[in-house]
């Protein structure tokens, strides 16, 4: 399939979604915690900064992840809706 033709589609299938998201109040990503742990998990995994066993890291992240989900009350917008 042609890549320019995939990137119209993308970028139709995010105007539809912005839409959807707009009707549900979103929040900017980067005022978003489960989006900021992560980048911090992945940028101590990439440092080596914790001495941690291999997996330990990953396995923490995860549990972590679904409890930040749990109190999580809005969805997240990349690009602003207005």
Known sequence: MNPLRLLRIYRRAQTL??????AQMSKSLFRSRTFWFNVLTAAAE?????PLPSGTLV???SV?????????????????PN
């Open 17 to 22: 979604a912005g839409l959807l998201e707009e």
């Open 46 to 50: 990439l440092t080596q900064v914790l």
């Open 59 to 61: 396995l923490d992240a």
């Open 64 to 80: 972590i992840n679904i409890a930040l989900r749990f109190v999580t009350e809005k969805p997240v917008h990349v690009v602003s």
